[in-house]
């Protein structure tokens, strides 16, 4: 998804842009000879109207669009692909930029541009998108003044009137979800030099080595300066691999303002009771944290935790290698497969423990205390290989029932639905 490409490829580039900040889209963009920005208004998809905006160099057109099933997918079905298609077939167009509403995932985006078929265009054959367009990059828009502490709050969207749609997402989320999705940040600069150096620390430890470019206070990217940047955005797979690497890149691990990853491992489980009264310690002073968890009650199942500022989410990512028949682990990534040979344990197999933890403000030993403490001890790790029936018996409060202390479960994970909870 990235430049240069096959001079071969007649396809009309797009740039998804996320969080455009304070000052909107970079006037370089708007103003580019062939560029055609799109923007959506979700905030009254409940009510089931869309407002669509298509910025034209000096012409803007407005349309209030009505879809009868209100929601961010029938939005990209019935409105953005069929408008991408549209739109790359006019002569004048040479690039789509998208202005991402805060309702839209970028990489969700992407991967309906490549796979959804957009079907019924007169005149045109049913196919996805990307028969006519390609993603160019993912911009990550961030503004240094308040990217830090909307990375680091716990209100959701609907309170900060970004969305009237029933989406339970943090601020937070959406504000890591720009940086992890994003192919290459622009930075709306900040006056203030302890708030450029500290969200610098955090940016160089979630995405080491993105392309970013930043702009002084108060002025606007260069347009040279952008189409610099997105000649250096590098390729790169999309998509949520629970079993991948933690840490993206090589980020630093030394402590920088505060600021720094705090590894935890283990190999055997967490009392689920336990653990759930620990995470507490994930939640404050933490920009975010994530990892692959083994909880006593869930033999089979691997369990992906990931928090971001004050909410954390809770939910299945596959089932363990251990846990499957011959013919499912011989259909199993070849990676995941060596890296689980590795660690392999004559009782437990591939099940273990890895967290990686990105503080801010918050004592690294007290998390690892903290987590420790979650973990089963010798006799219930005795109960774990030899009475597995007994240890299913266990309060879980991670199981489907999971309403309290958290907020309902929702939210949809890549192997399965995501039990979402919200502390």
């Known amino acids: 998804m990235a430049d240069p490409v096959s001079a071969s490829d007649r396809r009309t580039p797009v740039v998804l842009l996320t969080g455009s900040g304070p000052r909107g889209v970079p006037e370089a963009l708007l103003r580019a000879p062939g560029t055609v920005v799109v923007q959506h208004d979700l905030r009254d998809l409940r009510e089931g109207v869309v407002r669509r905006t298509v910025l034209d160099g000096d012409r803007s057109e407005l349309s209030v669009l009505e879809l009868a099933h209100g929601c961010v997918s029938c939005t990209l079905r019935g409105d953005l692909l069929p408008l991408l298609r549209t739109l790359a077939a006019r002569e004048p167009v040479r690039r789509i930029v998208l202005d991402l509403d805060a309702a839209f995932e970028a990489d969700s985006v992407c991967e309906a541009i490549e796979h959804v078929v957009v079907a019924g265009m007169v005149g045109r054959p049913d196919a996805p998108a990307s028969r006519d367009v390609r993603v160019q990059a ?121 600021v720094e990853w705090v590894e935890f491992a283990a190999d055997r489980p ?26 006593a009650t869930q033999p089979a199942d691997v369990v992906w935790l990931e928090s971001a500022g004050g909410g954390l989410r809770v939910g299945g990512a596959g089932r363990w290698l251990a846990a499957m028949t011959p013919a499912e682990r011989a259909a199993v990534d070849p990676e995941r497969a060596a890296l689980a040979a590795l660690r392999w344990d004559e009782r437990f197999g591939d099940r273990h423990v890895s967290l990686v933890v990105l503080v801010h403000d918050a004592d690294p030993a007290e998390i690892r205390r903290a987590l420790h403490w979650a973990l089963v001890e010798d006799d219930e790790l005795r109960l774990v290989a030899r009475s597995p029936q007994v240890v299913a018996g266990w309060a879980d409060p ?15 994970g890549a192997e399965g639905s995501h039990r979402e909870d919200n502390a």
């Open 138 to 258: 993912v911009l990550g828009c961030l503004d240094e003044d308040s990217w830090f502490a909307d990375a680091t709050g716990d209100d959701t969207l609907a309170e900060h009137g970004l969305t009237t749609v029933d989406d339970d997402r943090t601020v937070a989320q959406v504000a890591l979800g720009r940086v992890e999705s994003a192919d290459a940040l622009l930075l709306a600069g900040s006056a203030d030099p302890a708030r450029r150096a500290r969200t610098a620390a955090v940016l160089h430890r979630l995405a080491p080595g993105l392309p970013a470019l930043r702009a002084e206070p108060g002025a606007e990217p260069a347009a040279d300066a952008i189409e610099a940047l997105l000649a250096v955005v590098p390729e790169r797979a999309r998509g949520f691999d629970p079993h991948a690497p933690l840490l993206r890149g090589q980020p630093p691990l030394s402590r920088e303002h505060g």
């Open 270 to 295: 967490f009392h689920p009771a336990r653990l759930h009264e620990a995470l507490d310690v994930l939640l404050d002073g933490v920009v975010t944290a994530r990892g692959r968890i083994w909880l």
């Open 398 to 412: 991670f199981g489907e029932q999971h309403t309290d202390p958290c907020a309902d479960p929702s939210g949809v």
